[in-house]
């Protein structure tokens, strides 16, 4: 069975990338029981030792909400969530990748872009993990069958989010657009397994999935399962390949979903590394700039520090602030 788990990071933020992560897992068929609710929970207890924490190296890693990582005062976030990728980098054969080729792997077609956006180009990300330490978490996690294939992402800068915003479609229907787009992707990576299960979580609030993804999979047989304010399940088919499809509320409470949170959380808070430190480095003579995490209210007095550097350095706002 294939698994692919999805969830983003920047969808409230006024500045920076919309960054959207999907990882893809294979789950052995023998462990899988044939009835929805057994099913559900053989599942779960694939990904159970994802759940705990870990060594790795100096630090302690767990697979959880990226969020709730990320503010925690007992280490330093981004390493953590720097360990956590860079396990599964090693995992999935990329652990002597270096960051921009394998950065380039995963966000295939995305370069072009980043390239426009002149804050987004020095994007640094720390060493991979050792090899030996990595090895030690990737054993732990895979010990009840679940194996991590492969990650995929979609950045949308600024200017990307936009245009597309521009042409009619709101800010739910983007993220969810963007989302199952990069389901596709993954699909044609694996073009002869017939079972899959999606799982991510809930789009900006939406209830109703059946719409966009008729307009996905045009072709694809579409049965509602359920829909209700927790989780929505769908199940579509074509041919012999059926896919089961779910939005939950608190998604990335489910390990593959979290494991797509820190993928998507780690790569946005590089970049917003990057688009600050291109900042302070265009500051005028004695001026400070205070490094922003984008969000409304704070990248409103971040644009007005640097309203002059904008204007001084022919930024057009349209491709850095976004306006939804």
């Not at 045009?218 to 929505?232: A, Y």
């Amino acid at each position: 069975m294939l698994l692919i788990a999805v969830d983003e990071a920047g969808y409230g933020p006024k500045l920076g990338p919309l960054v959207v992560a999907a990882t893809a897992w294979q789950v052995p068929d023998a462990t899988l029981d044939h009835e929805a609710a057994n099913t559900d929970d053989a599942i779960s207890n694939c990904f159970a030792p994802l759940r705990t924490p870990l060594r790795c190296g100096d630090l302690k890693v767990v697979v959880d909400d990226s969020k709730k990582l990320f503010k925690s005062r007992a280490h330093d976030p981004l390493a953590v969530l720097h360990a956590v990728v860079s396990c599964c980098k090693h995992w999935c054969g990329d652990g002597e990748l270096d960051f921009k080729p394998w950065l380039k792997k995963i966000a295939r077609g995305d370069g072009p872009s980043l390239r426009q956006a002149e804050w987004l180009r020095d994007l640094r990300g720390n060493r991979s993990v050792a090899a030996a330490d990595a090895q030690g978490v990737i054993q732990h996690w895979g010990q009840a069958g679940a194996v991590l294939q492969h990650v995929a992402l979609r950045i949308l800068t600024a200017r990307q989010f936009n245009q597309v915003i521009a042409r009619g479609m709101n800010k739910s229907d983007l993220l969810s657009d963007t989302a199952l787009r990069l389901v596709c992707d993954v699909l044609d990576r694996d073009p002869t397994e017939t079972n899959v299960h999606v799982y991510c979580d809930r789009h900006g609030g939406r209830q109703f999935y059946g719409a966009v993804l008729q307009q996905i999979w045009p072709d694809w047989r579409l049965r509602v399962v359920s829909e209700s304010k927790r989780e929505s399940r769908y199940e579509l088919g074509s041919g012999e390949r059926t896919m089961q499809i779910r939005f939950t509320v608190k998604g990335d409470s489910f390990p593959p979903v979290a494991m797509s949170s820190i993928h998507a959380k780690y790569l946005r808070e590089l970049m917003m590394n990057a688009l600050n430190a291109f900042f302070a480095k265009h500051a005028a003579a004695g001026q400070t700039i205070r490094p922003t995490a984008g969000y409304p209210v704070d990248a409103d007095r971040f644009l007005l520090e640097t309203a002059e550097m904008i204007e001084r350095l022919g930024i057009d706002p349209s491709h850095l602030i976004r306006c939804r």
